[in-house]
């Protein structure tokens, strides 16, 4: 099984059962970089603020989709597990590949490097996210790969592409749809894109902490704090309304740089619209955690294991795979 490293939004890389994790420090609470630099010596003519404020932090100087796909994705983790996972369910490698919601089609890009005999159709709204993926994604990866990637600007409901034989919907960008109406004709629209054999998957989160009103942070690559806030949630409807923010070692903030307006959808209503969408078999599968009975902290192994029966957590992270 793979590693999958806990590299998603809102996951700790350990799961708390009963534990209590320290309240996260608000972004603003840090000093600014003025207080950190005030013992240096004045220069010589000019006020030091007039030279600090010349110079762009390292919040203005960075960027947002770059931290994202270093902060959130793992791409090779999952195609890795899904890979297995449609290998031992139909006998065989798929080769053409849907990423819906694909964003900068990071996922994509590492699909079509990864066997030469791969497709990928990255599917989303966003123009600029596109033009983004394609200059610093499918670009870089050379022109036999980049042939092999097409992007399509539209909605992930529209039913015109070819067939694929799995869809891939990660970071739970499915939540964009608030109502079952909206979401039903989303997995009828993935359900209609699938070849005869065809998967489709999705990434949930949920817990006792994924209904709150929260904030956590992490430290990320390149010395960068990743901080997964939840502003709102409404326990009548489920609408959370979350942002993603970067500190960095300036001190400087990277503030709400990302913000998802979403409902938040249980495992039972999941699994209720997938079969109404005609799937006829849907899984979920969860880390397999190490650790005691009675233990306060559980350690996620990155080893993901269909189940049937769980006892919920503070935070977990599950893959969802229907079947067509
Ligand atoms: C969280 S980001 C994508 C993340 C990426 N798939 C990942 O794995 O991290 C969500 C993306 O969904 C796109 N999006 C939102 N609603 C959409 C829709 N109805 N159809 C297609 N794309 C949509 C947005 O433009 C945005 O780029």
Not at 216 to 233: A, D, L, S
Request: hydrophobic share 40%; glycine share 6%.
């Amino acid at each position: 099984m793979p590693k999958k490293p806990a590299k998603k939004p809102g996951i700790p890389p350990v799961t708390t059962v009963a534990g209590k994790k320290a309240a996260a420090k608000k972004a603003a609470s840090k000093p600014p970089l003025a207080a950190k630099t005030a013992k240096k010596p004045p220069a010589a003519k000019k006020p030091p603020t007039a030279k600090k404020a010349a110079r762009p932090t390292l919040a203005q100087r960075a960027d947002k989709h770059t931290l994202y796909q270093t902060s959130v994705q793992s791409p090779a983790v999952d195609i890795e597990f899904f890979e297995a996972e449609f290998a031992k369910m139909r006998g065989r490698k798929p080769l053409r590949m849907r990423e819906d919601f694909c964003g900068t089609a990071l996922l994509s890009t590492v699909w079509c490097k990864s066997d030469p005999q791969r497709t990928a159709l990255g599917v989303d709204l966003d123009a600029a996210t596109l033009a983004w993926g394609r200059a610093h994604n499918l670009e870089p990866a050379g022109p036999e790969v980049a042939r092999r990637v097409k992007l399509a600007q539209a909605d992930v409901r529209e039913t015109r592409f070819a067939k694929v034989d799995l869809t891939l919907a990660m970071n739970f960008s499915y939540c964009v749809f608030h109502t079952r109406e909206a979401l039903a004709a989303y997995f009828a629209a993935a359900y209609q894109g699938l070849v005869r054999d065809g998967v489709f998957a999705l990434e949930v989160y949920g817990g006792t902490e994924s209904m709150s009103v929260m904030s956590e942070e992490r430290p990320v690559r390149g010395n960068v704090t990743y901080i997964w806030e939840q502003e709102k949630f409404n326990t009548i409807d489920h609408h959370t309304l979350c942002h993603i923010s970067w500190r960095f070692k300036d001190d400087s903030v990277l503030e709400r740089a990302f913000t998802y307006d979403w409902r938040l959808w249980t495992l039972p209503e999941l699994r209720e619209l997938l079969l109404a969408a005609g799937f006829r078999d849907i899984k979920f599968y969860f880390e397999r955690v190490d650790g005691d009975e009675g233990d306060e902290f559980l350690t996620g192994t990155g080893e993901f294991i269909a189940r049937t029966e769980i006892d919920n957590q503070e935070a977990w992270l599950a893959y969802v795979i229907a079947l067509k």
